[in-house]
């Protein structure tokens, strides 16, 4: 079994929760770490066992995620796996230095978006990758190394995506040796037939590379496109706790999928999560009394699971 | 052409906005004649053609539905098709008394729910459809019959619902001459891969029967359940604006799948709707102003559909 079967098991579905990091991206006011570790230990007796935590960047800059060494411990200490993002050669020389288990790297789908968002070409992009592998492979702790493809789906700099773009950026990932490519509706543009048509596309040309999709429900179409990539094999999907994590081109949108109705989407298609909602659900307090500013969102918290009819299966 | 196709023509997906029947079902406080007309017009002139309407019922029992004949003349003179349901002889008699285009009956996939509901069992209430559409083809006005199966996805008082049921009442009522069945998720139980299972199911059986679906958004799968409808050949769905219509089981939840969101999905998906979104979207005011104690849902309406990309296709 390799590392990645191990933490990625390939023949069930795996949710992430991406709270701590994707959720607090654009927040003013975020949980202390205290009451992140709180949250990470709640999740885990509700059955979560994968989550990103931050991302290795100067505290200046985004002091949400100033303590991404004591998270990636405490992850540890739970025995969870722990992801965070590293965008260029510091970030990824700090990760290896602490325990976190997955380092995610991103590249943008468009020149546009690439140099607005990182000030670097898509080539430079995926060169860092390569490197970032290789630091990961040379490390003492060997985390795996995924890319994010960043507005895999429609851009909210040049519009329109070319499928053949995002192939073409998944293929030199894939060639650089990342462990998994993360397909990413950064902003909310996916529609359920895009995802299934992409996800296929990418599968088509890479063969058995692991793949996972990051959504956002800006504009409603998040648990269907979440239904879509299950359809079109993808067994590996990011949501945050109560959709956590706006968009910063739509003020007031919801964030990303919301992860505790992606739980029951994946129950109700008869995939076992391994995740008890009740728990999870109750995690909720922890963001209200941390974020009061933030809205919080989901169905499932509002309904509350079906009494009535055995759920956790179709 | 026939009547039927003429109206909904099996080429072309078909809206219909049930805000004004399913939306005001347990509202306290509901929209005048006036604004329900402005409400119309305004629909109307963002390119909705099909509406449900309301209720032919003692408007003691439901005073929000006592304009339902004012309303049936008032679409006449727009010339968009109204559907309103009737769930007595004495509905129907009512009902074919006016212009209405549509009569919708229900039958409740459960006997439990049946019983509780309507105080007859199922096969009284498929005989009343009978009675429905001798009564609606003996009339002047000769208005369509749809049959609405009430808990088809699951039930709030029985639990699981048997599908072998449902086809069973379909074809009671396929036989019994209606002109479309109406698949309905009543209180938001439905799943995905369920309702592409239905309806695959139901068509096995009725072979081209036209069929309909009405769903309610209450664990947020709403969107993904019309998505999977679409995929087994699903081309008339309901939803309501601003997801009105909440679950008398689930105080707070959210209700029908919302109508904004819907037509998003279905231009996402490639299929051609002819409505306006912004116009579309703008009704809400109507809404808002009418019923300031109701909560609005939606998507769309926070993010707006996407300036960046052409969204009105794949």
Request: proline share 4%.
């Amino acid at each position: 079994m390799t590392r990645l079967s191990e933490i990625y098991p390939p023949d069930r579905v795996v949710l992430r929760e991406v709270g701590l990091r994707d959720g607090l991206q654009m927040v003013q006011r975020y949980p202390s770490t205290a009451a992140k570790a709180e949250w990470l230990r709640r999740e885990r007796a509700a059955g979560v066992r994968h989550f990103e935590i931050g991302s290795f960047l100067p505290a200046k800059a985004m002091p949400q995620f100033a303590d991404v060494r004591d998270i990636s411990d405490i992850c540890r200490s739970l025995n969870v796996h722990s992801a965070a993002l590293a965008l260029n050669d510091r970030g990824a020389t700090d990760a290896v230095q602490t325990p976190v288990g997955e380092i995610v790297t991103v590249v943008s789908s468009t020149e546009e978006h690439s140099q607005a968002n990182a000030r670097r070409t898509r080539e430079e992009a995926i060169a860092l990758v390569g490197k970032t592998v290789e630091l990961a492979r040379g490390s003492e702790t060997s985390p795996l190394v995924q890319v994010g493809i960043a507005m895999a789906f429609g851009c909210s700099i040049a519009g329109k995506v070319d499928p053949d773009d995002v192939v073409r950026i998944a293929a030199a990932c894939s060639e650089a040796g990342v462990d998994m490519i993360g397909l990413a509706d950064t902003v909310g543009f996916a529609g359920p037939d895009q995802v299934q048509d992409l996800v296929e596309r990418v599968k088509n040309e890479l063969g058995d590379v692991a793949l996972s999709i990051h959504l956002h429900d800006t504009r409603g179409m998040g648990i269907a496109n979440a239904s879509a990539a299950l359809d079109a094999g993808i067994r590996v999907i990011d949501g945050s706790l109560a959709g956590l994590g706006g968009c910063p081109f739509a003020p007031g949108a919801t964030g990303n999928v919301v992860f505790e109705d992606l739980v029951y989407l994946c129950e109700r298609k008869g995939f076992a999560t391994g995740i008890d909602l009740e728990k999870l659900m109750s995690v909720r307090e922890v963001a209200a009394s941390e974020m009061p500013d933030e809205q919080l969102f989901g169905a499932l918290s509002r309904a509350g699971a079906p009494r009535h009819i055995n759920w956790r299966a179709r």
